[in-house]
């Protein structure tokens, strides 16, 4: 749903270092988020979002040149909160299988949460983008995979090393089609919290690995 309680966007063309210009950037990003997620990128259009916040359509491109840019810059800020998600949620203090939940944890967290409306774009609409962009977001992404290989590697019987790559892909499977369906409403949800599924989505890799 959108958010109408939001900063007014200024219609001037602004500076990029004028107060307040990157926190109206993100107010873009937020909404134009839940429009393209609602909608679809596709059918989505800049002119309705314009509307959705009451602005022009000029209130828009002051800020992102064009859709694929508003669409790049969404996916590209929800990896980089992502990747910040799991970094605060790791804790090298932890042995190594509570490490790997909690980095889990972390990570669903964010893609069922507030981060939802990006992880369903960038699953859904990435690759509507330019093959170069598609790279950039790809390497934040091994970034991901990089930092969860490595808990697992620690979690992971030592004989398990040849598995790791695919072990790591299935956690994130996993992990990714959670948010479709432990919905709030459900009975599922109501018994297994997202820190719960996290786990035994770990729990459940780290088995196969044995």
Do not use: C
């Not at 939001?6 to 990157?22: E, I, K, V, Y």
């Not at 509307?51 to 840019?69: F, H, M, P, Q, W």
């Not at 072990?167 to 009975?187: I, V």
């Not at 297994?192 to 035994?200: H, T, V």
Request: net charge positive; no cysteine; hydrophobic share 50%.
């Amino acid at each position: 749903m959108l958010d109408r309680d939001m900063p007014p966007l200024d219609h001037r063309l602004p500076s990029r270092r004028a107060p307040g210009f990157d926190a109206r950037r993100a107010v873009i990003r937020e909404q134009a988020a839940a429009l393209f997620a609602r909608d679809g990128y596709q059918r989505a259009s800049l002119a309705g979002l314009a509307r959705s916040l009451g602005v022009t359509a000029n209130g828009i491109s002051n800020y992102y040149s064009s859709k694929e840019d508003l669409l790049y810059a969404i996916l590209d800020s929800h990896l980089v909160a992502l990747l910040a998600a799991v970094e605060r949620a790791d804790d090298e203090a932890l042995a190594p299988r509570p490490r790997l939940e909690a980095l889990a944890g972390g990570y669903l967290a964010t893609i069922a949460g507030p981060g939802a409306n990006g992880h369903r774009l960038l699953r859904e609409a990435a690759r509507f983008l330019p093959a170069a962009r598609r790279e950039d977001l790809r390497t934040r992404e091994r970034w991901l995979l990089a930092l969860f290989s490595a808990a697992l590697a620690a979690a992971a019987p030592r004989r398990a090393s040849a598995l790791l790559s695919p072990l790591t892909l299935s956690l994130f499977a996993m992990l990714n089609e959670a948010p479709r369906w432990l919905q709030p409403r459900d009975e599922a949800a109501e018994a297994l919290s997202l820190a719960a599924y996290a786990s035994l989505a770990t729990r459940a890799v780290l088995a196969a690995a044995r």
